[in-house]
């Protein structure tokens, strides 16, 4: 595994690796590495000859009182996963080498930044969008996977792909899980054991909005008015939302006539979660055990 923190060097290696005829996987991350990115690295190992990994805690995604300062690094730590999923490449440059003075350019993902995170968050897919944009033009990836957990990310990234004619292919993965549901973050460690254990409203709304709909409830108000009901008997949380959307324009939905998206945004304490679930699709949520 080589460690690689300057972009001329990590441009460098992608050239020569396309030169001599290698395909790239790329897995872009903000480390603090756990099962969610290995998964994704699993299947990125089998994709391609290259496996890169970025490790860069990405400033311009973070609003002002967000938590990019303390958010949980641990290098040294991430080398072990890194290792065994035998990465060629981790590119971890610092905030210094990606944003020098004087950068100014950004990407705007017009109306799929808008609705869902993008409410209490209106910066944050431009900040996405801008640092994967620099990432793929770094790296050079044939293949780039991300993690269905964020999946208004995964659709702003696919939409930028196709409107800016990127020459990648962005492929999605299903959420991986703890042994009781919650969805796998870094930003779970957070928690302390009372919160912990309220978080685990996110996945048990999920599973109620899943059930409603497999007994054939299509109206989005009755689902959501469940949905919420679990969420708000849990004291410690705090919702930011709740929504089923079509899966595609993230607009909210009244009826479930295909493929609907049901997504929420939960703070526990000072921790804020996510979680999604594709209602109409098979169950394809992986359980780490
Ligand atoms: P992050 O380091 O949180 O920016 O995440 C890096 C990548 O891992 C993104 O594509 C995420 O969607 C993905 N990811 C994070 N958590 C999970 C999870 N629990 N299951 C699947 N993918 C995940």
Not at 82 to 94: I, L, R
Not at 127 to 134: D, L
Request: some cysteine; overall charge positive; charged content about 25%.
């Amino acid at each position: 595994m080589k460690l690689i923190t300057s972009i001329n060097e990590m441009q460098q290696f992608s050239t020569d690796a396309k030169r001599r005829g290698k395909s790239i996987v790329f897995v872009p991350t903000m480390g603090h590495l756990h099962g969610g990115h290995a998964s994704l690295l699993k299947k990125g190992r089998g994709l391609g000859d290259m496996l890169v990994m970025s490790i860069f805690v990405n400033p311009i995604q973070f609003g002002p009182k967000e938590d990019y300062a303390s958010y949980p690094r641990d290098l040294k730590g991430d080398m072990a996963l890194v290792e065994a999923h035998k990465v060629d490449v981790v590119f971890n440059p610092t905030a210094e080498e990606m944003y020098p003075e004087g950068f100014q350019t950004y990407i705007d993902i017009e109306r799929l930044s808008k609705p869902l995170c993008g409410i209490s968050r209106p910066w944050h897919f431009r900040g996405v969008a801008t640092v994967v944009a620099k990432l793929f033009n770094i790296v050079k990836p044939d293949t780039a996977l991300f993690g269905e957990k964020d999946l208004q990310q995964l659709q702003v990234i696919k939409r930028m792909v196709h409107d800016l004619n990127m020459e990648v292919n962005v492929i999605g993965a299903p959420i991986v899980r703890e042994i009781d549901g919650l969805a796998m973050s870094s930003r779970n460690v957070y928690l302390n054991k009372e919160q912990r254990k309220a978080a685990l409203c996110l996945y048990n709304a999920v599973v109620k909005g899943k059930d409603m709909f497999h007994n054939g409830i299509k109206d989005t108000r009755v689902i959501l008015k469940e949905v919420r009901n679990i969420v708000e008997s849990e004291p410690l949380a705090v919702i930011d939302y709740i929504q089923i959307c079509n899966i595609n324009t993230l607009e909210g939905l009244e009826k479930i006539t295909e493929k609907a998206l049901l997504a929420l945004a939960v703070t526990i304490g000072k921790t804020r979660l996510i979680d999604n679930t594709v209602l109409g699709n098979e169950q394809r949520e992986q359980y780490i055990f």
